[in-house]
Each structure stands twice: as C-alpha cells, then as structure tokens.
C-alpha cells in the first residue's frame, strides 16, 4: 500500500493539461478532440438547448478555453474598415485584440487585456488561436503575432514577443493561426520566416529555445506531439511538407511533402496506431505509415478528388480505423484509414439537410463523448449524432447561436467550442453562449 506522503507526491506531479474535466486548449486537454464527461444527454428538451448564460462578445474565430472555473476567449473590438472576407482581399483597418476571462458558473467578467493590433489580413473579424492555459498561466497569439503570456487570475503581463519583428516574417494571409502547443517547459509557436517556421520557447521567461524549419510559409497547422517508433515526435503541417522533429532540440527527423492549395495547411495531423493522416483544401491528402523501431515515414496512399477526405477548417477524428472529417465540399465523410476509401458522406451537420449540393468548405467541429458525438455546425446548431461505420445517426440538434460571419455569400459561425463543466461553451462575433449538456 501506498503511503500518504506518496500519495500527496503523485497529484502533486500530475500535469494541469491532464485534467478531462476542463477543456485548457484548442481540441481539449489532449488537443484530440475528446470529452471524457459521464451522464450526457443524449436529447435536448423539447424546448430546446438548456442555456445558462450568454455574454456579449467581439469578433473573432478564437474557441474558448476552460479551466479552473473559468472561462478565456480571445476576441477583436473593430475600428473603421471592411472584413474583406475574400481569399484574395487583405483588409486593413485599426482595433484592439482583447482576452477576457470570465466566471464559468455565471459569465461574469473577472479581467480582461487589451491592446491596440492593426490588421492587414483576409476574413479579418479577429484572433483565431484559443487561449492555452496551464499552471496559472495563459498563452494567446494574436492574428498578427503577438505571442502573450499572462497570470491565468489576474491577467497581469508575464511576458509577450512581436514575432513578425523578431523573425522578419509576415502574417499569412488569413492570419496566424496555429494554437500554440505546451510540452513541459516549452511553448512552440509556428511563426515563420527562414529557419523559423517552428520556434520553441521557454514557456516561463519568453527566452527561444530552438527554432527549425524553412519553408515558404509557416501554414496555419496546430504542432502535436505523438511516440511512434520509441520517440516523441513533434509532427507539423508547413505550407510544403509534414515534417517530424525532435520536440528537445529542433532537429529534424523526416519530412514528406503535401502541398495544399493557398498554403492552406490548416489540420493537425491525426494519427492511429503508426498512420498519420493529413488533409486539405485543393483536394490533396496522405496517409503516412510510420516506422515503429525509429523515426521514419513513407506514404500510404494519397487522396485526390474521389477518395479520402480533404478537411478545410476543422480536424478530423479516427476511431478503431475510420476518419470521421468535414470534407471541402461540406459532406461529413467516413473514410477507411489504411486505404482513403469512402464508405458515407452525410450533409446534415453542415446544411441541415439529408441531400444536398456542395457546400465550400462546409465546416462542422467534431467532439467524441463516450459512444457519441457532439457536433458544432457552422449554422449554430449544436448536434448530438452516433457515428459508425454503417452511417450518420442524427440523435438531436438544437440552435444556440446565430451565424454572424460572411464566407461564399452564407452566413457562418466558424469557431471550436469547448466542453467542460457538463457544458459547452461556444462563441460567435457578437456573443458567447454557456450551454448545459448534464443529464
């Protein structure tokens, strides 16, 4: 038997990413997509979604992060000048970027920071990097690189860099994107510029650590870390390659190359087993078979048009051998991962509908919650579906926010929510809403 002090030792060492009932980062405690909360429901009331508070918000894609009772979202209060929600139209104009903490139980703001951030990018309504909180600190990246460090209780500065200085690089053209990844003392960023597309750095002081990687931009791809072949590898998605580092030092161990269209690199790379899956706009896709003595890779298969899926804005999940992901059309697919074959396509998550036309880049944000799913629409429904191999189950849906965004000439609402707390939180440009999912 254990004694006491070993006991106190053990939680005393447990990392604060760890814990399954706050939602810390973009995807979750794991950045997977995963909620571990018992007793769901798996209806909604017939009057529909049980709110429990909503809160005036500004514009941005940022989803919140939860932890320790509260509540981080990343917002942007406009000045003069038009969205330019055109692939090909940098808008420019002056506001603030803005984290507000809030109180999980009633919304309430406890602080906020702010600071003055003109822009100069396409679908400019805000930040797009949920807050990453752990041990009393909260990381944020602007849309325009600043990288911030702040006391997750007072909002008081720790530190914060200007990366497009300090690296002489620039915004991509939809911004920075890519939700800052912790591992233990280090924070790694993608940033961009020669050598730099990837940058770790002390999490506590600010100071660089390493930085790696050239390519012809830094991509909108979140970093994630996986053991594959008895090494941590530290695998990210460039405008060019997918590339696998050693998370210590920088080094690079592998890289294969993916090209996206508009160097769309936007999914983290998903993997099951020793296969890795990518995908993107342009109708490009991998699986890559990773060696499991080393750290090495050779592709699969790669998609095209009539196989695979090629996700836009969201990243897919798999489970026992299927990909479950939004393709660029806007279907739900189910797909093979050992082989890119189709078995389904489902439209409902993202129109609504059972049959439909294409829908560009139609977007739904998937959760797994024990045998089901939860699935946040770009229309403002919120869905509870069960997913398997023989097809989409539509188990309930209800509308909790409005769509407030413009893209393809629909209205959307293009942010990942966060589940904890038996709730979901979700936001939209003009508010966020805190909704009760406990049975």
Known sequence: MLRYSSWIFIVLTLPTLSFAE????WMGPNRDGRWNETSTIDQFPAEGAKILWRKPLAGGYAGPAVANGKVYVFDYVRGEGKLGNSPNVRAKFNGQERLLCLDAKTGEK???YKYACPYEISYASGPRCTPTVIDGLVYVLGAEGTLSCRDANTGSAVWSK?????????SPTWGFCSHPLVDGEKLICGVGGEGSTLVAFDRKTGKELWKSVT?????????????????????????????SLDPETGKEYWSEKLVPQYDMSIMSPRLEGNYLFA??????????????SK???????????????????STPIIENGLIYGIDQPGQLRCVELKTGKRLWEAYE?????KSGRPTNSGTTFLVKNGDKFFLFSETGHLIIAKLSPNGYEELS???ILEPTNECFGRDVVWSHPAFADKCCFARNDKEIVCVSLGK
């Open 22 to 25: 706050d939602w810390p980062q």
């Open 110 to 112: 406890l602080w906020e």
């Open 162 to 170: 200007e990366l497009k200085k300090e690296y002489n690089t620039k």
């Open 215 to 243: 390519a012809k931009e830094q991509g909108y791809c979140p970093p994630v870390i996986y053991t594959v072949g008895n090494t941590r590898q530290l695998i990210h998605w460039n405008a060019e390659n997918i590339t």
């Open 279 to 292: 995908g993107g706009i342009g109708f490009v896709s991998a699986c890559l078979e990773l060696d499991t």
């Open 295 to 313: 750290p090495a890779a050779k592709v699969l298969w790669k998609g095209d048009r009539n196989s695979s899926v090629c996700p836009v804005n």
């Open 349 to 353: 998550p993202t129109t609504g509908k």
């Open 397 to 399: 849906r209800a509308k």
